[in-house]
């Protein structure tokens, strides 16, 4: 089975701080890759697509390893808002369709 | 745009008993999923569609059907639920077929306990 692993925390800081999030890919095949957000008994909604030279939106950065099969999520300035628990996806074996593998979550708690 | 709407919230179901839970979307999005979230489990993929009439099975499809007869509906059916069915389940749509490489766009879930 392809895996998707994420470390799930939680992780506890306190607001101003930057926290970084790794997950690792089992399928070297995987060509797309994704950061999803998951807010407590929410939906998950799309954070950020995660691009081959890396990415940054605001606050928050995400990198991608193929040599390694890891992407990472960098949030600077934490804040208040950003607990939730953040989703690593990894997707795009090729051909058939319905393959995105979710992550178990990495639990994220900011504190004031 | 209501986006993707999912009804039920909730549910309890008796072991045994059948029922569908509905899910809209009014995107016209291509792709349609539906996935379960167990406590410690990633999402799972049960049934997906890449367009209406057409649908196929996911990673966790035993006791479950779906039906896919326009682009804006997709149902998922319990065919007899057990309790191994408690879990939360999302309702997903995607604009494109090739689905792996586009947003996601999820429901707001429905909370089924099975007793």
């Known amino acids: 089975r392809k895996e998707v692993e994420q470390d799930p925390g939680p992780f506890n800081v306190p607001e101003g701080a930057t926290v970084a999030f790794n997950c690792t890919y089992s399928?070297?095949?995987?060509?797309?890759f994704f950061w999803y957000r998951q807010d407590c008994r929410k939906e998950p909604k799309l954070l950020m697509s995660?691009?081959?030279s890396g990415n940054e939106d605001g606050r928050f950065t995400a990198q991608l390893n193929r040599a390694s099969q890891y992407i990472s999520l960098l949030i600077r300035d934490s804040k208040l808002s950003d607990s939730a628990t953040y989703l690593c996806?990894?997707?795009?074996?090729?051909?058939?369709?319905?393959?995105?593998?979710f992550g178990k979550g990495t639990k994220l708690s900011v504190k004031p | 745009n209501a986006g993707v709407t999912q009804t039920p919230k909730f549910q309890v179901l008796k072991t045994g008993q059948s029922m569908t839970l509905q899910c809209a979307q009014d995107?016209?999005?291509?792709?349609m999923s539906w996935y379960r979230q167990d406590p410690g489990m990633g999402l799972r993929l049960i049934h997906y569609?890449?367009?209406?009439?057409?649908?196929d099975q996911g990673e966790v499809p035993n006791g479950y059907n779906v039906s896919r007869s326009t682009t804006e509906d997709f149902p998922l059916r319990l065919l007899s639920a057990a309790p191994s069915q408690t879990s939360v389940y999302f309702c997903?749509?995607?604009?494109?077929?090739?689905?792996?490489?586009?947003?996601?766009?999820f429901g707001p879930g429905t909370r089924l306990t099975v007793t």
């Open positions: 997903a749509s995607s604009y494109s077929r090739l689905a792996d490489y586009y947003e996601q766009y």
């Open positions: 399928n070297s095949a995987s060509q797309s």
């Open positions: 995660v691009y081959s």
């Open positions: 996806v990894a997707a795009g074996y090729g051909g058939s369709q319905g393959n995105l593998i």
């Open positions: 995107m016209n999005h291509e792709y």
């Open positions: 569609s890449v367009g209406a009439g057409i649908t």
